[in-house]
């Protein structure tokens, strides 16, 4: 069965800190990944994804994460922290490609000032 | 990127009522369309996929006679919640994948807020 594990169900970090969203998988085939942020009220936005190649992965507003296959995780990054950050960060899998996505539980993301 | 427009974007119903919820994929034809079920502070759970011109597969556990979709375009499709009841107050938020293919990616609708009162 395929499952995701978010660590962290809030992180708080400060404005112009690094900021680290963990992310772990289980997938019995070869998965695709993918990091959704969501603000307030509003549906998901793509922040980047893993499919094949490269493991590591740029995204939008300057985020990236990196597929490690020996871990099976799929953390999320961004090397300084803007307040507009703040929201709700969803890890996915997608077993074999673009099939159904199995979210993680999320995790709330704050910054302060 | 491909948009996905969801209508409405908040409803309130009375207990007892049904409410359609609609899913259009604005300047792309989706063959398949997702739709997920937000508890507050809680993740997205799938509850069912629906292909163009056939019937929906529904999720384990998931009410099939209460959350009724139509996927009749390749544009559209839409749930309806029958006979709702506070329970069923929840963020709904479907997605749709672009092509015809199966390795393409889905594109997600901004949510319907639904409060049952």
């Known amino acids: 069965a395929q499952s995701v594990t978010q660590l962290g169900s809030h992180v708080s970090v400060s404005e112009g800190a690094l900021v680290l969203l963990r992310c772990n998988y289980s997938s019995s085939v070869p998965p695709y990944l993918f990091w959704y942020v969501q603000y307030p009220n509003q549906g998901l936005q793509l922040l980047l994804k893993?499919?094949?190649?490269?493991?590591l992965v740029k995204g939008i507003n300057g985020f990236e994460a990196e597929f490690k296959k020996s871990e099976t995780s799929f953390h999320l990054t961004k090397p300084s922290a803007h307040m507009s950050d703040a929201a709700e960060y969803f890890c996915a899998v997608s077993p074999g490609g673009y099939n159904k996505l199995i979210f993680g539980a999320g995790t709330r993301l704050a910054v302060h000032p | 990127g491909a948009v996905v427009s969801q209508h409405p974007s908040w409803v309130i119903c009375k207990s007892g009522t049904s409410v359609k919820i609609e899913c259009r994929s604005l300047?792309?034809?989706?063959?398949?369309m997702f739709w997920y079920r937000q508890f507050p502070k809680q993740s997205l759970m799938l509850m069912a996929t629906?292909?163009?011109?056939?019937?929906?597969?529904?999720e384990q556990g998931v009410e099939k006679d209460k959350f009724l979709i139509n996927h009749a375009s390749l544009t559209l499709s839409t749930l309806t919640v029958t006979s709702a009841h506070p329970e069923d107050s929840s963020f709904y938020i479907c997605?749709?994948?672009?092509?015809?293919?199966?390795?393409?990616?889905?594109?997600f609708g901004q949510g319907t807020r639904l409060t049952v009162v």
């Open positions: 893993y499919t094949t190649g490269a493991t």
């Open positions: 300047d792309f034809q989706a063959t398949t």
């Open positions: 997605s749709a994948r672009d092509g015809q293919g199966l390795n393409t990616e889905a594109f």
């Open positions: 629906s292909n163009e011109g056939s019937k929906a597969t529904y």
